[in-house]
C-alpha cells in the first residue's frame, strides 16, 4: 500500500478500506494461531496439581500424612505419576503390580486409587476439549485468512473492471431518450473475461411506461454486445429512477435432470441437490449424500447444500465455501456427522466446468471422444478440520454431459466393475434430454442390480450447448 503511494498511483477509497479489513482479519487469525498449542501429554505443572488435588482429598485425616507428605514427599508423588502413567495406558483398570505396590505404600489405597482415577479422568477429558478447542480456533484462523484474501481481490477486481467512456455515455443516454427514458448515471463494468455488466439508472417520462427488455435492445446496439437483463430485475420502468442491471449474454447454456430412490424405495432420501445461477455467469451444481439414510441422513445433506446455496450465492469462492461450511460443522457439535460434496460449477462464458470433490463418487463427461471418469479419494465435509478438496477444470463442447452420482449407483453393481459398467451406461446411450438420461441410467442399474436399493440413490446429469 505504501508503496503505490509514494508511486502517486490514485487508489480507490473504498478499495483502501478493504485493504483495512482484510490486514484486520489477517490479524486476528495470526492472533489465533499464536494462542495455547496442544499437548498430547500433561506437563509436570498438571501432574503436580493433580497431585496436589489427590493428597487434599485422601490425606487431610490420614495419619500417615505427615509422613507420606513431607518425609517421603517425592515417593508419594512418583506413586501418584505411576498410576496416572499406568491409567492411560491400561485405562480404570489398571494393572495388578500398581494395584499391589500401592496397597503396601499406602493405608488408604483403595480410596487413593478411586479419587487419582477421577482427577484424571477429569484433566484428561480438559485436554480432550481443549484440543478440540485448538483445532476448531485454527480452522477459524484459516477461514479468516481465506476471507481477507476474497475480499482484497472483490475490491480490486471492481475497482479495475469499471470503464469510464463518455462517448459511450452519451450515446446510450441518447438512445434511451428515443424510447421515452431518462438516464440519470451509468457505470460499465469489464470482467476479468472481457465481458461487460452495465448499471444504469432510468425513469420513464410522466405518465409513460417502458419495457425493460426495450432497454436491453438499446443498451445491445449502443455497445455492440447482446445484452441481457439480469435474472430477477424488474420488466417494466416506471416514473421513478431505479438502477436496472444488464449482463453480456453467456456462449452457453445448460439443462439439468434428476433421478432418485430411496433406500428400500423409501419415499425418503438421504440424497439432497442443489441447481442455482450464480453471479458472474455461471451455474452451480451441488449433490451430497448425508451419512447413513433416511430422514436423518437427509436432514444432514440439506442442510450441508443449503449453506453451500447461501454462500456461493453471496459469491465466495466454491472451494472458500466448502472450506467454511466446514468448519461450521466440525465446530458446530461434538458428534460427528458427514456428508458428500459433489460440485460443479458452469462457466456459461467460457464453457467450462470446475469440479469439487470432498467424500463424492465418481463423476462421468460424455462426450465426442467418449466417456471420463473423475474420481476422489478424499474425506466427506464435518469430519476433519483441514479439509482437503480434489478440483479439476474440464473445457466442454456443445452438446457435451456431465453426470454426477451418489455412493448408492455404484454400489449397486459389481464390485470391481462398478465404473467401469457405469461408464459403459452413459456412453453407450445418445438420449441429449438431461431427465430422460438421468432417469435411463437409474433404471438401468436398478435392473441390472435386480435388487430393492441398498442405500439411496441419485443420478444428476447436466447437458451443455452453444447459445444460438
Known amino acids: 500500500m505504501s508503496e503505490i503511494k509514494e508511486k502517486g498511483l490514485f487508489i480507490n477509497p473504498y478499495v483502501i478500506q478493504m485493504d483495512r479489513f482484510a490486514d484486520s482479519l489477517r490479524h486476528l487469525s495470526e492472533t489465533f494461531l499464536s494462542l495455547e498449542e496442544y499437548h498430547q501429554t500433561f506437563t509436570r505443572e498438571e501432574l503436580e496439581d493433580m497431585f496436589i488435588k489427590v493428597s487434599e482429598r485422601v490425606c487431610l485425616n490420614c495419619?500417615?500424612?505427615?509422613?507420606?507428605?513431607?518425609?517421603?514427599?517425592?515417593?508419594?508423588?512418583?506413586?501418584?505419576?505411576?498410576?496416572?502413567?499406568?491409567?492411560?495406558?491400561?485405562?480404570?483398570?489398571?494393572?495388578?503390580?500398581?494395584?499391589?505396590?500401592?496397597?503396601?505404600?499406602?493405608?488408604?489405597?483403595?480410596?487413593?486409587?478411586?479419587?487419582?482415577?477421577?482427577?484424571?479422568?477429569?484433566?484428561?477429558?480438559?485436554?480432550?476439549?481443549?484440543?478440540?478447542?485448538?483445532?476448531?480456533?485454527?480452522?477459524?484462523?484459516?477461514?479468516?485468512?481465506?476471507?481477507?484474501?476474497?475480499?482484497?481481490?472483490?475490491?480490486?477486481?471492481?475497482?479495475?473492471?469499471?470503464?469510464?467512456?463518455?462517448?459511450?455515455?452519451?450515446?446510450?443516454?441518447?438512445?434511451?431518450?428515443?424510447?421515452?427514458?431518462?438516464?440519470?448515471?451509468?457505470?460499465?463494468?469489464?470482467?476479468?473475461?472481457?465481458?461487460?455488466?452495465?448499471?444504469?439508472?432510468?425513469?420513464?417520462?410522466?405518465?409513460?411506461?417502458?419495457?425493460?427488455?426495450?432497454?436491453?435492445?438499446?443498451?445491445?446496439?449502443?455497445?455492440?454486445?447482446?445484452?441481457?437483463?439480469?435474472?430477477?430485475?424488474?420488466?417494466?420502468?416506471?416514473?421513478?429512477?431505479?438502477?436496472?442491471?444488464?449482463?453480456?449474454?453467456?456462449?452457453f447454456h445448460t439443462l439439468q435432470g434428476v433421478a432418485k430412490i430411496g433406500k428400500g424405495c423409501d419415499k425418503?432420501?438421504?440424497?439432497?441437490?442443489?441447481?442455482?445461477?450464480?453471479?458472474?455467469?455461471?451455474?452451480?451444481?451441488?449433490?451430497?449424500?448425508?451419512?447413513?439414510?433416511?430422514?436423518?441422513?437427509?436432514?444432514?445433506?440439506?442442510?450441508?447444500?443449503?449453506?453451500?446455496?447461501?454462500?456461493?450465492?453471496?459469491?465466495?469462492?466454491?472451494?472458500?465455501?466448502?472450506?467454511?461450511?466446514?468448519?461450521?460443522?466440525?465446530?458446530?457439535?461434538?458428534?460427528?456427522?458427514?456428508?458428500t460434496v459433489d460440485m460443479c460449477i458452469f462457466d456459461l462464458y467460457q464453457g467450462t466446468c470446475e469440479i469439487l470433490k470432498s467424500g463424492a463418487s465418481v463423476t462421468f463427461i460424455r462426450s465426442r471422444g467418449g466417456v471420463e471418469k473423475i474420481s476422489s479419494a478424499s474425506l466427506p465435509v464435518g469430519v476433519v478440520q483441514e479439509l482437503e478438496i480434489e478440483k479439476s477444470v474440464r473445457q466442454l463442447e456443445d452438446g457435451d454431459f456431465v453426470v454426477m452420482v451418489t455412493d448408492g449407483v455404484l454400489d449397486a453393481l459389481p464390485v470391481g466393475e462398478q465404473e467401469a459398467m457405469l461408464g459403459a451406461l452413459i456412453g453407450g446411450t445418445t438420449i441429449c434430454n438431461p431427465e430422460e438420461l438421468a432417469h435411463y441410467i437409474l433404471e438401468q442399474v436398478l435392473e441390472l442390480s435386480g435388487e430393492i436399493p441398498a442405500d439411496d440413490m441419485t443420478v444428476l446429469a447436466v447437458g451443455i450447448w452453444k447459445a444460438s
Request: hydrophobic content about 40%; aromatic content about 6%.
Open 268 to 339: 425418503i432420501s438421504g440424497d439432497t441437490f442443489l441447481m442455482t445461477e450464480l453471479p458472474g455467469g455461471k451455474e452451480g451444481v451441488v449433490l451430497s449424500d448425508g451419512m447413513g439414510s433416511g430422514e436423518s441422513a437427509f436432514k444432514e445433506s440439506a442442510m450441508v447444500v443449503e449453506l453451500l446455496e447461501e454462500l456461493l450465492g453471496a459469491g465466495f469462492p466454491p472451494e472458500t465455501a466448502i472450506r467454511m461450511m466446514n468448519t461450521a460443522l466440525v465446530a458446530g457439535r461434538e458428534e460427528v456427522r458427514f456428508s
Open 63 to 251: 495419619e500417615k500424612k505427615e509422613w507420606c507428605l513431607k518425609e517421603n514427599r517425592d515417593r508419594t508423588r512418583q506413586m501418584v505419576y505411576e498410576i496416572l502413567a499406568t491409567a492411560e495406558e491400561y485405562g480404570a483398570e489398571m494393572n495388578i503390580e500398581v494395584k499391589r505396590d500401592l496397597q503396601k505404600k499406602c493405608v488408604m489405597a483403595p480410596r487413593f486409587l478411586r479419587e487419582t482415577l477421577e482427577i484424571f479422568g477429569v484433566e484428561k477429558q480438559r485436554m480432550v476439549w481443549n484440543h478440540k478447542i485448538i483445532l476448531n480456533r485454527r480452522g477459524c484462523a484459516v477461514q479468516m485468512n481465506a476471507f481477507a484474501e476474497m475480499i482484497q481481490s472483490a475490491a480490486r477486481e471492481l475497482d479495475a473492471g469499471i470503464c469510464m467512456d463518455d462517448h459511450l455515455e452519451k450515446k446510450v443516454k441518447a438512445g434511451m431518450k428515443r424510447i421515452g427514458l431518462k438516464l440519470l448515471s451509468s457505470v460499465f463494468f469489464l470482467t476479468k473475461q472481457g465481458r461487460y455488466e452495465v448499471h444504469l439508472t432510468l425513469k420513464a417520462q410522466r405518465g409513460q411506461c417502458v419495457a425493460s427488455k426495450e432497454a436491453a435492445e438499446v443498451l445491445s446496439s449502443c455497445i455492440g454486445r447482446g445484452m441481457l437483463l439480469l435474472k430477477g430485475e424488474r420488466p417494466v420502468i416506471g416514473e421513478e429512477y431505479r438502477t436496472i442491471v444488464f449482463m453480456e449474454g453467456a456462449g
